[in-house]
C-alpha cells in the first residue's frame, strides 16, 4: 500500500544561513555548498516569478485590474528568518508608470541589500591581496635526530603588504622546504622566499621575485586597534573549499594570550568569527577596508563554540619594524623577572609598602637577564616607564580596561632600556633596565637548526628541547614526559646563555652497554666528575678524555660506567649497523 499523504499545511523548509555575494562565503555555521546554490537557485526562481506576474498584468485592462491572490495561512519564513506575507509588498512589486500616450512602463523594484553589504563591499578591493600559500615542509625526526621525517604539504592564507612582502604565520611555513604564492583568481603559483619567521608572535615574512605576482595588486593598509564589538571579516582559504572565503563576527575580548606555537603572551584579540585549519595567516579586516589582525588560532572545546584569535596589529607592526630596524628578527624582549602579585594588605605591609602605593615583588630573576644584578628578590615593581602598576599586575590599557603590565615590555625592541622604579627596604629605587629576549634551559623551538646528537657506545645523547618532548610523548608531553623533565621545563632557569639539559635520549643496543638498555630520557649531570654545561661540553670531555673508564653520573642517582678504549671501538660498529653518518651532529665539529 502507497504512502497515505495527511492534508495540511507543508513543512517549513530549514532557513538557510549562507548569504551569497560575489564570492564564497563561509557563514559561523559552516553551511554547504549545497545550501548555497540552492539559495542562488531560489534567489533566480523568485525574479523569474515576479517577472512572469508582471507581464500578465500589463495584458490586462488597465481600468479592470485582476484581483490579487492571496495565499492561505500564516505568512511564511522567508530564508533570511524574518516573517514574509505571501502577497507582493508594494515595494516588491514592479512599479508602473504611465507615459504620456497612455502606455505602462514596467520597472524592476529595488533589490534588497543585506546588512553586512556594505561592509563587505569596502573589504573586496582589498580581498585581491589574500594570498594562498602552498609549503612543503621537512620537520626534523628529534627522537632520530641524524634522520629527517617525511616531508608533508600544507596550504594556508597570507597579505599582500607594502614593500612587495607577503606576511603569514610561522607555523605555516615551519621547517619549510619549498614555498609558493598563488593570487586571488590566478591559476599561476609563484616561488617565494622567506625574509624572516617570529616564532614568538607566529608571523612569518616573505616575498616574490617574479615581477608578474606583484602586478595590479594593491597592498592590504593596516588600521589602528579595534575596539570591544567591531566588526571584524576574516578572509582566507580555509578547507572545505578552493576559492577564497569571509567569515564576519565582532571582537570580543582584548588581553595578553597565551601564543600557542610560539609558547609565549602577547597582546591578542578574540572575535566570534569561525577560524578553521586554512585561515592560518589570513589578513582580518576592519569596516573601512583596513587590516586590524592576522588569523592564526582558534579555540577548540567542547563548551566554546567559534572562538578565534587574532594577531593585532601593534604586534605586526612590532614584528615588521623589528626586521625593518636590524635586517631580521629578533624577538620581543623580556623584563627577566617573576613576580608575585600583591593584593593581600598584610603582605603589603611586610614589604614596607604605603597604603597609596601599589605594585608586585619580584620572585626570581633570570640569571641570564643583562641586568640580573640590579634588581633583587623581593623588590616591589612600582612603575615601568613611568606606567604605575597595580597589585595584580596590571596597567590602565584604553578606557574602562586594564592589562598585564607585560604589555608595556613588549612593545619595547632587543636592546631598549625601561626605567624601572622599585621599592627596596622602604625606599624608592630608579634603574634604568636594558631588555634582552629570553634564553630558556629548554627552548620552545630550535628555529631552523636541525637537532643536536653525540652517539658513544650506542649511548645517544641529545639536548632536550620542547620540539624534542613533543616527538617523544606526543601533543600531551606535559602530562605524560617524565616529571624531573617537566619540572624543568615549568621552572628551571638557566645559569648562562650557553647551558643546555642533556641527556641518554636512547641506548642502541651492542654488546657493551649490556644492562644498559632500559637507560631513557635521564640528565646526564656529571662526567668523570665534571659537570655538564651543554652537549658541545660534553662530546669534548668525551672525546679528549684520557682515563680508562668513562664515567656519566645520571639524574636518580644512577651511573654509567665504560672501558674508554673499548667504547670508542664499538661506536664505529653501532653507527654502520643503524646506518648512521656520523657519531655527532655537524653544530657539535666546529
Known sequence: MGETRKRGRKPKAPASTTETMDFQYTSASNATQTDYVAAQNDVFSAANDSVATAAAAAKNDANNPPPARRGRGRPRKSEAGHMEDTEPHAAASPERRPYQNGAVVLEPPPQPVAKWESVAARVVPAMDAVVKVFCVHTEPNY???????????????????????????????????????????????????????????????????????????????????????????????????????????????????????????????????????????????????????????????????????????????????????????????????????????????????????????????????????????????????????????????????????????????????????????????????????????????TSAIPPSYYIIAGFVFTAVTVPYLRSEYGKDYEFDAPVKLLDKHLHAMAESTDEQLVVISQVLVADINIGYEDIVNTQVLAFNGKPVKNLKSLANMVDNCNDEYLRFDLEYQQIVVLHAKAAKAATLDILTTHCISSAMSDDLKT
Open 143 to 445: 627522537s632520530l635526530p641524524w634522520q629527517r621525517k617525511r616531508q608533508y604539504s600544507s596550504s594556508s592564507s597570507g597579505f599582500i603588504i607594502g614593500g612587495k612582502r607577503v606576511l603569514t604565520n610561522a607555523h605555516s611555513v615551519e621547517h619549510y622546504t619549498q614555498v609558493k604564492l598563488k593570487k586571488r583568481g590566478s591559476d599561476t603559483k609563484y616561488l617565494a622566499t622567506v625574509l624572516a619567521i617570529g616564532t614568538e608572535c607566529d608571523i612569518a615574512m616573505l616575498t616574490v621575485s617574479d615581477d608578474e605576482f606583484w602586478e595590479g595588486v594593491s597592498p592590504v593598509e593596516f588600521g589602528d586597534l579595534p575596539a570591544l564589538q567591531d566588526a571584524v571579516t576574516v578572509v582566507g582559504y580555509p578547507i572545505g573549499g578552493d576559492t577564497i572565503s569571509v567569515t564576519s563576527g565582532v571582537v570580543s575580548r582584548i588581553e595578553i594570550l597565551s601564543y600557542v606555537h610560539g609558547s609565549t603572551e602577547l597582546l591578542g584579540l578574540q572575535i566570534d568569527a569561525a577560524i578553521n585549519s586554512g585561515n592560518s595567516g589570513g589578513p582580518a579586516f576592519n569596516d573601512k577596508g583596513n587590516c586590524v589582525g592576522i588569523a592564526f588560532q582558534s579555540l577548540k572545546h567542547e563548551d566554546a563554540e567559534n572562538i578565534g584569535y587574532v594577531i593585532p596589529t601593534p604586534v605586526i607592526m612590532h614584528f615588521i619594524q623589528d626586521y625593518e630596524k636590524n635586517g631580521a628578527y629578533t624577538g620581543f624582549p623580556i623584563l627577566g623577572v617573576e613576580w608575585q602579585k600583591m593584593e593581600n594588605p598584610d603582605l603589603r605591609l611586610a614589604m614596607g609598602m604605603k597604603s597609596d602605593q601599589k605594585g608586585v615583588r619580584i620572585r626570581r630573576i633570570e640569571p641570564t637577564a643583562p641586568e640580573s644584578h640590579l634588581l633583587k628578590p623581593s623588590d616591589v615593581i612600582l612603575s615601568f616607564d613611568g606606567v604605575k602598576v597595580a597589585n595584580d599586575g596590571t596597567v590602565p590599557f584604553r578606557h574602562g580596561e586594564r592589562i598585564g603590565f607585560s604589555y608595556l615590555v613588549s612593545q619595547k625592541y632587543t636592546g631598549d632600556t625601561a626605567l624601572v622604579k622599585v621599592l627596596r627596604d622602604s625606599k624608592i629605587l630608579e634603574f634604568d633596565i636594558k631588555l634582552a629576549t629570553h634564553k630558556r634551559l629548554i627552548p620552545a623551538h
